[in-house]
């Protein structure tokens, strides 16, 4: 059965190559790799990598880029404001190459692969400059917005020699004006040859409309290639190919990630909901609501039976009421008015930090403590006996045993998973207090945008949690999904 994910699809076998680690780039950070090349084949190169955007609509360049001192030389490659591939080159100031999609780019939940392939020696004129997607040349599938060919024989504005090359960020920007936001994974830059999309990725031969990722590692990359696979937290710019490394700019351990194209996990969605006066960040795991109004959002990946773990962290703003996290159905629309436990459809629940349970728009007094400023928030969603269960710090409300089965010992009871539209229920969290921000940071597995002091993966070993997850429960990742969902 199809694991139900908001978003494109995403590795769910463990055979074959895996990927490891990616690198979270949080744009407001203004975060970068660089390094300064040498002469390098000007006319034949190839740029791929695997990218989950967390930021829509506003310009974020990811590819390397060059540029000479006046500007009027230069190559870069982008998302554009309308979430358009976008790769280009000028030279004398005048556009010589640009190849523009007319597909739009706007899942958050989804692992692209992006390959760009130039080689100006090719008398074909649509051979020079290729981009693919997922395996597939773009050209054949929504078109190009922009289609200009180089020359035969040009000399892209890419390898220029004592040039510094950028990734994350183009080199004249000013601070968050088009950095990149989310995440990046097994970048790799060939210098001197074009290569396929096949020589990254392959469809996997259970699924076939799978695309996922092969080892790089026996491609010849040349004089100036690099191959980043980020599996070095304390050096994220390390060429994994033996080359010089890439220097990071506001890039810490931190930002080193276990969501990756063969181990996808959650993020918060910013398709659904209210997200005037919402700040999403840290790839779509930090949520601040900063205004008078509800705020929800719910994850990107949902479930339509088996038992799921989560945990939150109260950063800020915990001192009021009715701050939340919990689950809710596919059925509900969040507005402004309009919380995690404010729907009617019986699908929705929260644990505000006034220990109270929300449900069908009413509040169930759990005579528990509330939570605050530093507390984790755990959730427990067990799907296959309709329970839900909330913890803090360790310690489960109602004195709950999420381990109980069909007792659902200290649970709330859930609606039927086959009653909500789709099947499907996500856990969120979100601010029903009509009064003071609160920042929550999320973790659901693939690394959170905070610090774990202990470490804890569920039974298969995926996910890394501040608490022992419940026997039974497993983190919400495509290859659990596949397995238990």
Not at 124 to 135: K, Q, S
């Amino acid at each position: 059965m199809p694991f139900p994910i908001l978003g494109g699809k995403s590795i769910v076998t463990a055979a074959g190559f895996n990927v490891a680690n990616s690198c979270s780039f949080n744009k407001a950070d203004v975060p970068y790799l660089h390094k300064t090349l040498g002469a390098g084949n000007r006319k034949t190169w190839t740029y791929s990598l695997w990218v989950k955007r967390a930021l829509l609509g506003v310009n974020q360049y990811f590819t390397p880029n060059q540029a000479d001192a006046a500007n009027a030389d230069a190559m870069g490659g982008s998302f554009d404001t309308a979430d358009k591939l976008d790769v280009w080159d000028y030279t004398g100031g005048a556009l010589a190459a640009q190849i523009k999609t007319n597909r739009l780019f706007r899942d958050v939940g989804a692992w692209y692969h992006i390959v760009i392939a130039a080689d100006t020696t090719d008398s074909t004129e649509n051979n020079r400059f290729r981009l693919y997607v997922n395996g597939v040349e773009e050209r054949g599938v929504g078109g190009y917005d922009r289609d200009n060919m180089p020359a035969e024989d040009f000399e892209f504005d890419l390898n220029q020699d004592g040039e510094e090359l950028y990734i994350g960020t183009y080199y004249t920007s000013s601070a968050g004006t088009s950095q990149y936001g989310g995440y990046m994974a097994e970048v790799c830059f060939i210098d001197g040859t074009a290569y396929a999309a096949s020589d990254f990725g392959e469809f996997n031969e259970d699924s076939p409309t799978i695309w996922q990722p092969k080892d790089p590692s026996d491609l010849t990359f040349g004089t100036n290639g690099f191959y980043l696979d980020f599996q070095d937290s304390a050096n994220l710019g390390n060429d994994a190919n033996g080359g010089t490394d890439l220097t990071e700019v506001a890039l810490a351990a931190v930002d080193q990630r276990t969501d990756t194209p063969t181990l996808n996990y959650p993020t918060l969605n910013p398709s659904i909901g209210v997200l005037s006066n919402l700040t999403i960040s840290e790839g779509n795991l930090n949520m601040v609501s900063g205004d008078a109004n509800y705020r929800s959002l719910p994850a990107t990946m949902g479930a339509t039976a088996g038992k799921w773990y989560a945990e939150f962290k109260a950063v800020s703003g915990f001192d009021s009421t009715d701050k939340n996290a919990g689950i809710y159905g596919a059925d509900n629309t969040f507005v402004a008015t309009t919380g995690l436990g404010n729907f009617t459809t019986g699908t929705t629940w929260s644990y505000g930090a006034t220990g109270n349970v929300r449900t069908n728009n009413g509040n169930n007094d759990t005579g528990e403590a509330t939570f605050t400023d530093g507390d984790i928030i755990q959730v427990a969603m067990d799907l296959d006996n309709l329970k839900l269960y909330f913890g803090k710090n360790n310690t489960w409300i109602n004195s709950g045993d999420p381990e109980s089965g069909a007792t659902g010992t200290g649970a709330v009871s859930i609606t039927a998973v086959a009653s909500v539209t789709d099947g499907v229920y996500f856990i969120g969290i979100g601010d029903f207090d009509g009064g003071a921000s609160v920042t929550w940071l999320m973790n659901f597995g693939g690394c959170p945008a905070y610090a774990i002091s202990s470490g804890n993966a569920d039974a298969d070993g995926y996910g890394n949690f501040e608490y022992a997850v419940p026997s039974g429960y497993f983190s919400l990742c495509t290859k659990n999904l596949a397995e238990y969902g």
